[in-house]
């Protein structure tokens, strides 16, 4: 079992920037690959970015490419989401969610740990 906390999030003026923490809990976070998505009012949730166990590999849904990055640190059992450029279209619950899953990319399939959420909000 591995428990994950969300933190980071709030409301920002388009343009501006946040920083989104993962931290994880209880079995060993280096051996997950981890992933960020998100869910706004009235729409499906969006798969939005992924990192392998070691961090060599990465995903960025098309929406969020050249915007946003992931990064982790195994030493300190979080993940990261910098969002930077933010658009009121990025408002949304953000989750983070773990796999234990050690190949070579990130995990594409379904999750099986998920944290809370945090609300990001993006005014215009």
Do not use: H
């Not at 343009?15 to 051996?31: E, I, N």
């Not at 849904?61 to 009121?88: C, E, H, W």
């Not at 796999?99 to 998920?114: A, F, I, L, S, V």
């Amino acid at each position: 079992q591995v428990q994950l906390v969300e933190s980071g999030g709030g409301l920002v003026q388009a343009g501006g920037s946040l920083r989104l923490s993962c931290a994880a809990s209880g079995r060993s976070f280096s051996v997950y690959s981890m992933g960020w998505f998100r869910q706004a009012p009235g729409k499906e949730r969006e798969f939005v970015a992924a990192i392998s166990w070691n961090g060599d590999s990465t995903f960025y849904a098309d929406s969020v490419k050249g915007r946003f990055t992931i990064s982790r640190d195994n030493a300190k059992n979080t993940v990261y989401f910098q969002m930077n450029s933010l658009k009121p279209e990025d408002t949304a619950v953000y989750y983070c969610a773990g796999k234990y899953y050690m190949g070579n990319y990130y995990w594409r399939g379904e999750y099986d740990y998920w944290g809370q959420g945090t609300q990001v909000t993006v005014s215009s």
